[in-house]
Structures are given as C-alpha cells and as structure tokens.
C-alpha cells in the first residue's frame, strides 16, 4: 500500500504543504491600509453619486409640481403670447422639429462619411493623426464658441441672415465631431477579422465596407447620432449667439424663415417676473425632456434591433 501523504494547507502566502505559524497569516499593515483607503474611496464615489442623483430628482420635482399644471394641448398649439392664460410653444416646438430635421440631414452624412475615410481609407501619417487631434479637440469646445462662428460665417459671410437654415448649421458645427467620434469608435469595434475574411474573399476596399463593415458598425454609429442629436435639441446658446428670437408668432415654412426653439423660449419665460410664465417654463422643459427621452429611448431600440443581427 501506498504511503497516506499530508494535505496541503492552501493558505495564502505559504508554501504548499507548509503550516504557517499562528498569526503569520494576518494582513500586514500596509495590506490593511491598502484595504482601507480602498474602502474609503468607494464611499467617497458612492457619497458623490448620490449627491448628483439626490439633486437631479430635486430639480425634475420642482420642475414637475411647477410645469405640470400648465401642460395642456392648448400649451402646444399656442403661439406666444403676453398673457400666460394665452402662451404656447407652437412656434418653438416646430423650429426645434426643422432645426434638428435639418442637422441630421447636413451631419450624419459628412459625420460618417468623415469616420469612414479616417477609419478604412486614410493611410496612418502625421496629417492623419493632426486632424484626429482637431476632432477630438473640437468636441470639447463650447457650444457658444461655435454660435459665433456661425454668426460671422453662416450669418454674415454667406448672408443667411437669422434663418433656420443658419440655425441647423450652426448646431452642426456642434454636434459633427461628436458624430464623427462615435462613428470612429463603432467602426473600430469591428473585429478585423471580418474585413480580413472579406479581403480573402475577393471582395473590394468599398465592398467589404459598404457589405461587411458598415452594417456591423450601424447600431454605433446610429447611437452616438441620436445622442448627439438630443444634445443639440438642448442647446440656447449657439442659436442666441446666431440671433434667433424667443417671440414668433408663426411657423417657419421655408429654410430662410425666422425662427425659435424650445431652449429659446424657455429662456424667455424664465426670465420674466411674472409666476405664471415661470410655471410655463417648467412646462415647457417637460415638453423638452419628453423629446429628449424619446430620443434616447430610440438610441436604445436601434442598438438593441440592429445589435441582434450583428454575430462575429
């Protein structure tokens, strides 16, 4: 028979089959140390979060028990008025639907296009990399910053004057490298395998990008657009700084119209003394947010659909 041998004692920090020593096992200080600040940082993170949440659900409270009094059809089919018994958002509700109607047009195509051709066609070199670094810079300025841009060169240089058609170029110039990032990161989360097997395949540089790669990126890229999308419904101040006004009283029907939107004449009525229009400011940013979380909600649809079709 075979001899019986000892089992080991897997015990962290000693040696298989060694017994360590009553207390040798322990933490050392620095261990425990290490252990604590770890602790603390969490709390710190978890104070931190909480902090934002707790004012975030106070502020969408106050704006919920002051707003929601005043939203009624009549609200949305209102033009702006002197009296708030009479005020509506008309208006600004279709000049945001034109002016984010009109930046999808211009940025999607030259935002994904841009993407495509640093991505699949641009050879690595020093201009590649100079023109990344301007993308990722420019998406880090402020939005005011483009407005008055958008005032000398849409507004007085090509002489669109205070058009929705200057407006929609203006919030472009916003959201174009944010588009153009979030297309670069959706088309670089396609394994390379798939444009390789293309490649093997016979197919093309356009093939295998138009077939292969851009299908897989799509829920990416149609994401990070609606995204940037909902961060342009949002923005007042590049449309102030182009000159839009908070009072119309009409629809634009024409890309040359005058025009207003939500984040314009929530401006407005928040400004004024009166209580009543601060009770339709807090409406109208309901209106607001309900656009916003349906866009958002459309981000989550298109990546959970496409997303399911996409298998590597």
């Not at 100079?130 to 007085?156: C, E």
Request: glycine content about 8%.
């Amino acid at each position: 028979m075979s001899e019986k041998k000892p089992i080991a004692h897997l015990t962290q920090g000693a040696p298989m089959g060694v017994v360590p020593p009553d207390g040798e096992n322990e933490p050392g200080i620095d261990t425990r140390r290490r252990y604590l600040a770890s602790d603390a940082f969490g709390v710190l993170c978890f104070l931190a979060m909480t902090t934002c949440l707790l004012a975030l659900v106070g502020l969408l409270a106050m704006v919920i028990i002051n707003g929601l009094p005043w939203v009624s059809w009549k609200l949305l089919s209102s033009f702006p008025s002197r009296t708030p018994e009479n005020a509506g958002i008309l208006s600004a509700l279709v000049g945001s639907v034109w002016l984010i109607s009109l930046t999808v047009l211009i940025s999607v195509p030259i935002g994904i296009g841009s993407a495509l051709y640093l991505e699949e066609y641009s050879k690595p070199s020093r201009w590649r990399r100079l023109v990344q670094l301007n993308i990722a810079n420019l998406a880090g300025v402020p939005s005011i910053v483009y407005g008055i841009l958008g005032l000398g060169l849409f507004v007085r240089a090509m002489s669109l004057q205070r058009s929705v058609l200057a407006g929609a170029l203006t919030l472009t110039l916003v959201v174009l490298p944010i588009v153009i990032l979030s297309a670069q990161e959706a088309l670089r989360a396609v394994p390379k395998s798939i444009r390789l097997g293309s490649y093997a395949l016979g197919a093309t540089r356009w093939q295998t990008t138009w077939h292969q790669v851009l299908p897989a990126a799509l829920p990416g890229m149609m994401t990070g657009v609606i995204l940037a999308m909902a961060r342009a419904l949002g923005e007042a101040a590049p449309l102030l700084a182009v000159g839009a006004v908070a009072y119309i009283a009409y629809v634009p029907r024409t890309l040359s119209d005058e025009f207003t939107a939500l984040p314009l004449q929530i401006y407005n009525w928040a400004s004024r003394p009166q209580a009543e229009f601060h009770g339709l400011a807090s409406a109208a940013i309901i209106v607001l947010l309900a656009v916003l979380i349906l866009l958002n909600a459309g981000a989550v649809f298109v990546r959970s659909r496409y997303g399911k079709r996409v298998k590597w």
